[in-house]
C-alpha cells in the first residue's frame, strides 16, 4: 500500500512538472467542448435507461473534468479564484461542479469502503441503529451531490462561444428587466396594502352591511392581497378569486373603477 501511495504521487509529481501547454491549443479546447456535449446527452439518456454502464462512462468523464481542472489551477494558481479575475463566477462554478462530482463518485464511497472494511457488517448494523439520523443525513448529503452534476450543463454554455455570447446578452438585457420586477412588486405590495385594509378588514364596506366570507377571504392578509392581485392581473384568476372579484363589484358597483385603475 505504501508503494501505491509513492506511485501516486509520483505521477502527480510528473504532472506538475510536465509541459502542458498543449492544453491551451484550441483542439483541446474542442475535446473539452466535446466531452461536455457528450456529458449533456448522457444525462439525459442517463435518468431514462438503467444501464450498469453509465457508471464506468461517469468515471472517464470526471477523470477528464479532474485533469481540466488541475491543468488551469497549474496554469493560474491562486489566481484562477481570486476575486481579480473577471471569470471569477465561472470558475467558482466550474470548481465547484468538479469538487461535489469527485465527492460523491470517489470520496463518499471511498469512505464507505474503508468503512466496511474496518467495521464489518455487526459493527455496521449498530452504527445504523444507533446513529441512524447521521446516516440518513449523510446519504441525503450524497443526492444532492448527484444532482450538482447537472450543473455540468453550465459549462456547455462557456465552451461554445456563440451561445456564451447570447447569454451575457441576455443577462445585460435582465438588468432593465429587473428594475421592472421592482416597480411590479412596489406596485403590487402598495395595492396589496390598500385591499387587504379596504376589503380585508371591511373599511369599504358601510357599518352593519353583510359581507359574504367569499369576499374577504382572498384579502385578509397582505400576501394573500398581492398573490390575488397579481393573479388577476395575469389572467390566471382562479374559480374563487374570480367570483370572489364579482360579488365584491355587484355589492360596491364604485370598486370597478379601482379595478381599472389598477390593470
Not at 90 to 100: K, T, Y
Not at 188 to 215: K, Q
Request: positive net charge; charged residues 15%.
Amino acid at each position: 500500500r505504501t508503494l501505491r501511495v509513492f506511485r501516486i504521487l509520483r505521477i502527480i509529481r510528473l504532472i506538475l512538472e510536465a509541459d502542458l501547454s498543449w492544453t491551451e491549443e484550441p483542439k483541446f479546447q474542442s475535446f473539452i467542448g466535446a466531452v461536455i456535449a457528450f456529458n449533456a446527452l448522457l444525462m439525459g439518456m442517463e435518468t431514462d435507461i438503467q444501464w450498469v454502464g453509465w457508471f464506468y462512462i461517469e468515471q472517464v468523464l470526471l477523470t477528464i473534468y479532474v485533469f481540466e481542472l488541475c491543468v488551469l489551477l497549474k496554469r493560474w494558481g491562486l489566481f484562477f479564484l481570486s476575486c481579480r479575475n473577471p471569470d471569477i463566477g465561472w470558475n467558482s462554478l466550474d470548481f465547484a461542479i468538479v469538487v461535489s462530482s469527485v465527492l460523491d463518485s470517489w470520496l463518499f464511497p471511498g469512505i464507505k469502503l474503508i468503512q466496511q472494511a474496518l467495521i464489518g457488517d455487526d459493527g455496521r448494523k449498530k452504527r445504523h441503529g444507533s446513529g441512524g439520523g447521521n446516516f440518513g443525513q449523510v446519504m441525503m448529503l450524497m443526492r444532492m451531490l448527484r444532482l450538482m452534476r447537472i450543473l455540468r450543463l453550465v459549462k456547455l454554455v462557456k465552451s461554445v462561444r456563440p451561445l456564451y455570447l447570447l447569454v451575457t446578452g441576455v443577462v445585460a438585457a435582465l438588468q432593465g428587466v429587473v428594475w421592472v420586477l421592482v416597480l411590479t412588486i412596489v406596485t403590487l405590495y402598495a395595492m396589496g396594502i390598500m385591499a387587504t385594509r379596504l376589503i380585508g378588514h371591511r373599511m369599504l364596506f358601510p357599518p352593519g352591511m353583510h359581507v359574504p366570507d367569499n369576499i374577504l377571504l382572498p384579502f385578509l392578509t397582505v400576501s394573500d392581497s398581492m398573490f390575488t392581485l397579481f393573479r388577476i392581473m395575469s389572467g390566471a384568476a382562479s374559480d374563487e378569486e374570480a367570483m370572489a372579484v364579482d360579488l365584491l363589484m355587484k355589492t360596491l358597483p364604485s370598486v370597478k373603477f379601482a379595478f381599472v385603475f389598477f390593470m
